[in-house]
Nanobody, 124 residues
Framework: HVQLVETGGGLGQAGGSLRLSCAAS????????MGWFRQKPGNLREFVAA????????FYPDSTTGRCIISRGDATNTVILQLNSLSPEVTAFYYC?????????????????WGPGPLVTVSS
């Protein structure tokens, strides 16, 4: 079982940037694909970005605006989500997730483990 811990949530300002980090631990976690989802109160969990383990190919929604960028962190088994050009519309809980599968990464049911999901609030 893989454990995930997100850091970097909190308050951002419109037009600014925030950086979320997710650290994975547990058996074989270094071979898992990693993804980010966000959820607003009353809404379904929405796919934001994902990264295959090998090769490290990023995936984004078809409607991506380029303001969310996923990458591997410098620390082992860490993945980063960079949020740029923030707007109040992206205020949500942001969840890191890990999947054994390297495909179907835009779907929530692909993932085996989830982090607690810090709140990101963007003020106008």
């Amino acid at each position: 079982h893989v454990q995930l811990v997100e850091t970097g949530g909190g308050l951002g300002q419109a037009g600014g940037s925030l950086r979320l980090s997710c650290a994975a631990s547990g058996r074989s976690c270094s071979t898992y694909a990693m993804g980010w989802f966000r959820q607003k109160p009353g809404n379904l969990r929405e796919f934001v970005a994902a990264l295959q383990w090998s090769p490290s190919i990023p995936f984004y929604p078809d409607s991506t605006t380029g303001r969310c960028i996923i990458s591997r962190g410098d620390a082992t088994n860490t993945v980063i989500l960079q949020l740029n050009s923030l707007s109040p519309e992206v205020t949500a809980f942001y969840y890191c997730a890990a999947a054994k599968k390297q495909y179907g990464l835009r779907a929530t049911d692909t993932y085996n483990s989830w982090g607690p999901g810090p709140l990101v609030t963007v003020s106008s």
